[in-house]
């Protein structure tokens, strides 16, 4: 694995701006993919596991000629971590919230990764607490409170439940993003693990499945499931090759900042595909949340501190 315990500056620049912009879009555009498998009766385990599983295959495919990587049991654990964390826990939540509140507000959850992720770090003692950090967090934080408050204008009582429970995927992914960048393989590539994290999603989410009793729920029935997953597949492994790239060139505050393109571009899509319509709480609360997270980002959301075995 590869150990560091001195502090990273990156310096992100053009390169890694187009690569934030181009997976959020990707990643948001999966979201009403997703909805349109649930309305057609896939589970949201199963859609996560041929999502996951058609994307590593895309990937490995790819890579076959390319590159190698020797799997060693260090290698498996990050895979699986990895796999957890990114793939299994939010993208199963995400799919199955999506079909109760939305996909434009199943969008919103994106953009909280970025506090999660620094809090942990602040706690880890990674980073350290700024008072502009702190206004930001703040910032956010009553931002997400405004959109899960039940109100006339903004979020119904019913789909509250729904929204507490998508709560654990900005979590989740914060966790993994710590994760990832501090115990980075020695000597592998993005491409190789984007293979392994998306695979290691499928192989958690079979098991899971397969545990419960429920293994006939990952048949998939019909030309248009099938194409729905054809293209969320190609989606899954452009998507997650540009994640792990942009992973290796920034930090990962500056990764989680997806949520700035996931939001707006998941809203929008919601509008463009579904008709989907928000009160003005829910728009005035995405206003305060995006800009906590960019005044808890600036200006040194670059700076990060980890140590790993």
Partial sequence: MNNQSSTRAHQPGIKAAFLLLGVGVVIALMLPLSRAAMDNGMTPLAYAFWQALGGG???????????????????????????????????????????????????????????????????????????????????????????????????????????????????????????????????????????????????????????????????????????ILAVQSILTAIGYRGFFHLQRLTSPTFLSQLGFVITPAGMLFGILFYGESYGWAVWGGVVLLLTGVVLANLPNYHRISCSAD
Avoid at 140 to 167: E, K, M, Q, R, Y
Wanted: aromatic letters at 8%; proline letters at 5%.
């Fill in 57 to 227: 295959v895309i990937l490995a495919v790819w890579l076959r000629r390319r590159s190698l990587i020797r799997l060693d049991g260090k290698l498996v654990r990050y895979f699986g971590i990895s796999g957890l964390t990114a793939i299994a826990v939010p993208n199963a939540l995400a799919f199955a919230v999506v079909s109760n509140i939305g996909a434009g507000l199943t969008a919103t959850l994106y953009a909280l990764p970025s506090l999660a992720t620094y809090a942990i770090a602040v706690t880890l003692g990674m980073e350290s607490l700024s008072r502009k950090k702190a206004i930001g967090l703040s910032f956010g934080v009553a931002g997400c409170v405004w959109i899960l408050s039940p109100n006339p204008a903004g979020v119904s009582p019913d789909t509250f439940p729904w929204l507490l429970l998508g709560l654990l995927v900005p979590l989740s992914l914060a966790i993994g993003n710590i994760y990832r960048t501090c115990h980075w393989p020695t000597g592998a590539t993005p491409e190789q693990l984007a293979v392994g994290m998306l695979l290691g999603g499928a192989v958690l989410i079979f098991m899971t499945v397969l545990m419960s009793g429920d293994a006939e729920t990952l048949l998939v029935d019909g030309a248009r499931l099938w194409g």
